[in-house]
């Protein structure tokens, strides 16, 4: 079963702040929310993650809900760069767990 | 951080061949792990790669048809064995440091196509 639900496709304009949203509503009290992303023909990219607190780096925030049954990553200026597919992937923190990859977002930043 | 470079970059091979995938890691890591991404699929984890042992393999992969090295900390090779069509797929390597690594350092792939 698909712990985590995403939306297949969304487009974005160039230098706007993308919005990509995530539920996990299953998710476990050790269970963390990462974000990776792949670029074509590329390996995937590390993001960001988070437990419970709002989290921000250089490259983007996530946000996550009180209940946690939901996160949201943004990209507060997304370039054309920032094109690719979206994985938002819950994992606990125990040795051994490795991440799960769904079918991810695809995100296309438009000029 | 880590840099990952894998060879070959990419491949055409023959159906009931075999082929080794190399992956080598600038720096000692930890974790090692083998994904597949088949066309236009996400990622599948085939196993973590222990060093001198046996590699741990995810359900619906096993070692006759993946069989897996990794001799040393920076160093792993995955086989590609008696291909058929299926096979055709990106694999890439991963690395993680620590034993609860929170970032996974993906390499570029390994395109492969079986004819």
């Known amino acids: 079963d698909a712990k985590t639900t995403q939306p297949t496709s969304m487009d974005c304009a160039e230098g706007r702040a993308a919005n990509l949203p995530c539920n996990h509503s299953?998710?476990?009290?050790?269970?963390?929310v990462y974000w990776y992303r792949q670029i074509h023909s590329q390996g995937p990219q590390y993001i960001i993650h988070?437990?419970?607190n709002n989290e921000t780096n250089e490259m983007a925030s996530l946000i996550i809900t009180e209940d946690r049954k939901s996160s949201t990553l943004i990209l507060p200026h997304a370039t054309l760069r920032d094109t690719a597919v979206y994985y938002c992937?819950?994992?606990?923190?125990?040795?051994?767990?490795?991440?799960?990859f769904g079918p991810g977002t695809r995100l296309s930043v438009l000029p | 951080s880590a840099v990952i470079s894998q060879k070959p970059s990419r491949d055409i091979c023959q159906r009931g061949t075999s082929l080794t995938i190399q992956c080598q890691v600038d720096s000692q890591v930890t974790m090692m792990f083998w994904y597949r991404q088949q066309p236009g699929q996400s990622l599948t984890l085939i196993a973590t790669?222990?060093?001198?042992?046996?590699?741990?393999?995810e359900s619906g992969f096993v070692i006759d048809k993946f069989p897996i090295s990794r001799p040393n900390l920076t160093f792993s090779t995955l086989t590609v064995s008696n291909m058929s069509p299926e096979d055709s797929s990106i694999y890439l390597c991963?690395?993680?440091?620590?034993?609860?690594?929170?970032?996974?350092?993906f390499g570029p792939g390994t395109r492969l196509t079986v004819l």
């Open positions: 988070g437990l419970k």
């Open positions: 992937i819950v994992r606990p923190d125990n040795y051994g767990q490795n991440f799960v």
């Open positions: 790669a222990n060093q001198g042992s046996e590699a741990t393999y």
């Open positions: 299953t998710i476990s009290g050790n269970e963390y």
């Open positions: 991963s690395v993680g440091f620590g034993l609860r690594p929170n970032e996974q350092f």
